[in-house]
């Protein structure tokens, strides 16, 4: 039997994080389910960040499937190609090994110099439960869990009862989120800020729109998370990643012509930032060195 308790005050971050000095900001991106739009996510608040004048650092969890990797990767060829200068994160992928101690060590020597020279590490988790992503929700100052406007996807986060659509029970991802918040607090850091985004949303005011946005808000003041509003089902996400653009480079000039989908599409990524409510940069923070270069990172060799 689960001895998963909630936590006796669901609202464990009310305000904005403070800045610890001399340490990035670790975000992390985490859901065990693949598909919820964690990569494209993680590239859109790290281009968002890079824009306001922060230095972001990117690590990949999932190297073995390496979307997130490809992606940067896309982004520098095509900056290469077109001749531009486009902003582009210090980036390290981490391969998984299947013994525990390496991949600590391995994931910490990424995390280690991310840490001391960014102002934002951005860690995108795949889409399983791996020792990998365990160990990078222990690190997360702010956790974002993007969730496809399913009860499919839901049912990673609660068990609900399909006549009432009341909460039965926290499922798999919430138990292993509370698991590592334990961790984080015998280790003596500060609460995580929890954030569950309803990713791929419909612009129809449907039954089951509505239904999910009930059973979330139950679900946060259960279990002890905010929640925030992602982003909607746009083909135009799919067609930047080859090209490695996301929607804040359009207005640079880059890639597709603007349209007003675009300019709505932007607009949500803009309010997904906002949302995360991320501490503000200091005047001493590292972001006030040189721009971040725009080499294309380098994949780790195979083992």
């Given amino acids: 039997m689960s001895d998963f308790r909630p936590a006796a005050n669901p609202s464990i971050v009310q305000t904005q994080a403070a800045r610890t000095p001399g340490r990035a900001h670790v975000l992390v991106i985490g859901n065990e389910k693949g598909g919820s739009g964690k990569s494209t996510t993680a590239m859109h608040i790290a281009v968002a960040l890079l824009s306001d004048g922060a230095r972001v650092a990117t690590i990949d969890l999932d190297a073995r499937q390496g979307t997130f990797t490809r992606y ?4 520098a060829a095509y900056a290469r190609r077109k001749g531009l200068d486009l902003p582009m994160p210090l980036h390290a992928a981490v391969q998984a090994s299947g013994d525990s101690a390496d991949e600590k060590a391995r994931f910490e020597a990424a995390l280690e110099p991310a840490v001391t020279t960014a102002d934002f590490v951005i ?17 997360a100052d702010t956790l974002l869990t993007p969730l496809n406007d399913s009860f499919i996807d839901l049912d990673l986060l ?7 659509l009341k909460i039965v029970r926290p499922s798999v991802y919430a138990e292993a989120v509370w698991k590592q918040r334990q961790v984080r607090a015998v280790q003596g850091a500060r609460p995580v ?53 996301t929607l804040l480079d359009l207005k640079r000039g880059s890639g597709p012509s603007m349209t007003m989908s675009h300019v709505a599409a932007r607009q949500e990524v803009r309010d997904l930032v906002t949302a995360l409510n991320l501490p503000p940069l200091s005047p001493a923070a590292p972001s006030a060195g040189p721009a971040t270069p725009t080499a294309t990172p380098s994949r780790p060799a195979a083992e």
């Fill in 72 to 75: 940067i990767e896309n982004r």
């Fill in 123 to 139: 860690v995108d988790t795949p889409g399983s439960d791996t020792h990998l992503s365990r160990l990078a929700h222990t690190w």
């Fill in 158 to 164: 609660a068990r609900i009862d399909p006549e009432t």
């Fill in 193 to 245: 800020d929890w954030i569950v985004m309803r990713n791929r949303l419909s612009s129809l005011a449907a039954r089951n729109k509505r239904d999910m946005g009930a059973v979330i808000e139950a679900l946060a003041k259960r279990i002890g998370f905010r929640t925030a509003r992602g982003l909607s089902e746009r083909v135009i996400y799919r067609e930047l990643f080859l090209n490695g653009l």
